[in-house]
């Protein structure tokens, strides 16, 4: 009896939970749970994927290239690339700037900070076009000055820049946080005792510590801004071969009954979420190893 107590004793002394011998749930219970998430994810996610690449496919490979490279779905990638370009490095900055300042300070309008970082996810993006409509349009605040100083915001590159920007920036600042506030600030103050200049201590203390958060902010920003429509479609003014974005351009030629043409630029996009998808578990499975590591370097300290 003894011998039988003994083990889970010393696992629990050793910080590890001791091993449940016995499940809860029958194993019908799990096949049931599994079949059902497996058939929505059929249902929901394959079965559209699939069905996208071949409706893009269906004419042939020389008509779904034709459709890619026809001048204004050539314009429409052109723009969503020049949108995602300015608006992901701007968030970028942003969201640094946001996160270190938020776990490393105390200071007056701090959760007014969060709370406005994370306005986009609440406001729907339709809102946000219809502000800057109000904001720069013919008749709104500065549309007057605008026009009398001959600069153009809405039905422009710039405007569709600001919506994406607005609408994307809240994602690399809420990707740093958690993992910031959970590292601490013990490190960048030991480098800063030893003499190390403030932009010193971010470069090699700092960044190292967050670069695949960072990272993983930037992609999901990233798909976020060229898969963009509400705010964009607001502010786009839907000039073919100037103001169009990839989803602008699927939604107009799907209206024109091109349906090859629509879903050879939604394949396009759909890669996209693929791509993505793989980058972002590789980097979640390289956070969850840095952390492992960390609690291994932590555990032999102790």
Same mark, same amino acid.
């Given at each position: 009896?003894?011998?039988?107590?003994?083990?889970?004793?010393?696992?629990?002394?050793?910080?590890?939970?001791?091993?449940?011998?016995?499940?809860?749930?029958?194993?019908?219970?799990?096949?049931?749970?599994?079949?059902?998430?497996?058939?929505?994810?059929?249902?929901?996610?394959?079965?559209?994927?699939?069905?996208?690449?071949?409706?893009?496919?269906?004419?042939?490979?020389?008509?779904?290239?034709?459709?890619?490279?026809?001048?204004?779905?050539?314009?429409?990638?052109?723009?969503?690339?020049?949108?995602?370009?300015?608006?992901?490095? *701007?968030?970028? /900055?942003? &969201?640094?700037?946001? $996160?270190?300042?938020?776990?490393? %300070?105390? @200071?007056?309008?701090?959760? =007014?900070?969060?709370?406005?970082?994370?306005?986009?996810?609440?406001?729907?993006?339709?809102?946000?076009?219809?502000?800057?409509?109000?904001?720069?349009?013919?008749?709104?605040?500065?549309?007057?000055?605008?026009?009398?100083?001959?600069?153009?915001? *809405?039905?422009? /590159?710039? &405007?569709?820049?600001? $919506?994406?920007?607005?609408?994307? %920036?809240? @994602?690399?600042?809420?990707? =740093?946080?958690?993992?910031?506030?959970?590292?601490?600030?013990?490190?960048?103050?030991?480098?800063?005792?030893?003499?190390?200049?403030?932009?010193?201590?971010?470069?090699?203390?700092?960044?190292?510590?967050?670069?695949?958060?960072?990272?993983?902010?930037?992609?999901?920003?990233?798909?976020?801004?060229?898969?963009?429509?509400?705010?964009?479609?607001?502010?786009?003014?839907?000039?073919?071969?100037?103001?169009?974005?990839?989803?602008?351009?699927?939604?107009?030629?799907?209206?024109?009954?091109?349906?090859?043409?629509?879903?050879?630029?939604?394949?396009?996009?759909?890669?996209?979420?693929?791509?993505?998808?793989?980058?972002?578990?590789?980097?979640?499975?390289?956070?969850?190893?840095?952390?492992?590591?960390?609690?291994?370097?932590?555990?032999?300290?102790?």
């Amino acid at each position: 009896m003894s011998a039988v107590l003994e083990k889970p004793v010393a696992e629990a002394k050793r910080g590890a939970a001791p091993r449940a011998t016995n499940r809860l749930e029958p194993n019908w219970v799990r096949y049931v749970l599994t079949t059902i998430a497996l058939a929505f994810l059929t249902l929901f996610l394959f079965v559209p994927l699939v069905a996208v690449f071949t409706e893009a496919l269906k004419d042939g490979w020389d008509t779904y290239v034709q459709s890619i490279i026809e001048p204004d779905a050539l314009a429409a990638i052109k723009l969503t690339l020049i949108a995602a370009a300015i608006s992901v490095p *701007l968030n970028l /900055v942003f &969201g640094v700037a946001a $996160a270190w300042a938020i776990t490393k %300070f105390e @200071f007056r309008g701090k959760s =007014l900070l969060l709370t406005l970082i994370d306005l986009p996810f609440s406001v729907s993006p339709v809102i946000a076009g219809l502000i800057y409509v109000l904001m720069f349009g013919a008749q709104g605040w500065f549309g007057p000055w605008l026009l009398e100083h001959d600069i153009k915001i *809405l039905f422009a /590159v710039p &405007g569709i820049v600001l $919506a994406t920007v607005f609408i994307t %920036f809240p @994602f690399v600042a809420r990707e =740093l946080i958690p993992l910031m506030q959970q590292q601490g600030s013990e490190e960048e103050e030991a480098a800063l005792v030893l003499g190390a200049s403030g932009w010193k201590t971010f470069f090699k203390v700092t960044l190292p510590n967050i670069k695949w958060g960072l990272l993983y902010g930037v992609i999901l920003c990233n798909a976020r801004a060229m898969g963009e429509f509400g705010a964009v479609s607001v502010v786009s003014g839907h000039i073919r071969g100037e103001t169009n974005t990839m989803p602008l351009q699927v939604e107009i030629l799907y209206n024109e009954y091109n349906f090859t043409a629509a879903f050879a630029i939604a394949s396009l996009l759909a890669l996209l979420a693929l791509v993505t998808l793989a980058v972002k578990t590789f980097i979640e499975w390289r956070l969850h190893q840095g952390r492992k590591a960390d609690a291994g370097n932590t555990e032999r300290a102790a």
